[in-house]
T-cell receptor, first 119, second 113 residues
């Protein structure tokens, strides 16, 4: 149980285009999903927190107009990188936290990540 | 501000031996959770072990155990009988209840046969 999927697993796009990454909780409902960015050999950097049905909360320094997050249902959140540039190339990871009372002790379950390369 | 510090960028251990990874954190909260995550080359984050701050007993999961010192704000991970598959990046993380995870910078563990 507690599986999170991400799609696509990798994507290559041209500079100036937009890319959408999906994060799904497959066997549980997630009231909160998180989006992280990870550069090579570095730790995970939280970009934003999204709660189902409300606007995402972005961390300081993260451009909300560039990284659009939508959490339309209890099992799906999407991250859209708009007008992508080479500096946006990175590994993007989502995680999902089950609804309170599900017995997961505040855990987050992580997706396998999406490697974005912007040419 | 809450911070998590992992002072060992790299560690190595011989197969079947024991290794301890260090983690300290800073918080003014009394109720929180602590986690160790493993990230192998596949980059999938895997939960290794968790500890609730209100529990005095150290958490144990098979070959993995923690030494939780709440007063010292220390949360080390001990891996016993190390295996080649334990080689990975290990991240210590802190979280207040129903809040975001704060990660340390990670420790790369190498396991030699």
């Amino acid at each position: 149980g507690a599986v999170v999927s991400q799609h696509p697993s990798w994507v290559i796009c041209k500079s100036g285009t937009s890319v959408k990454i999906e994060c799904r909780s497959l066997d549980f409902q997630a009231t909160t999903m998180f989006w992280y960015r990870q550069f090579p050999k570095q730790s995970l950097m939280l970009m934003a927190t999204s709660n189902e049905g409300s606007k995402a909360t972005y961390e300081q320094g993260v451009e909300k107009d560039k990284f659009l997050i939508n959490h339309a249902s209890l099992t799906l959140s999407t991250l859209t990188v708009t007008s992508a540039h080479p500096e946006d190339s990175s590994f993007y990871i989502c995680s999902a936290r089950p609804k309170a009372g599900a017995g997961f002790y505040n855990e987050q379950f992580f997706g396998p990540g999406t490697r974005l390369t912007v040419l | 501000a809450q911070t998590v510090t992992q002072s060992q960028p790299e560690m190595s251990v011989q197969e079947a031996e024991t290794v301890t990874l260090s983690c300290t954190y800073d918080t003014s909260e009394s109720d929180y959770y602590l986690f160790w995550y493993k990230q192998p080359p596949s980059r999938q984050m895997i939960l290794v072990i968790r500890q609730e701050a209100y529990k005095q007993q150290n958490a144990t999961e098979n070959r993995f155990s923690v030494n939780f010192q709440k007063a010292a704000k220390s949360f080390s991970l001990k891996i016993s009988d190390s295996q080649l598959g334990d080689a990975a990046m290990y991240f210590c993380a802190y979280s207040p209840p129903t809040d975001k995870l704060i990660f340390g910078t990670g420790t790369r563990l190498q396991v030699f046969p």
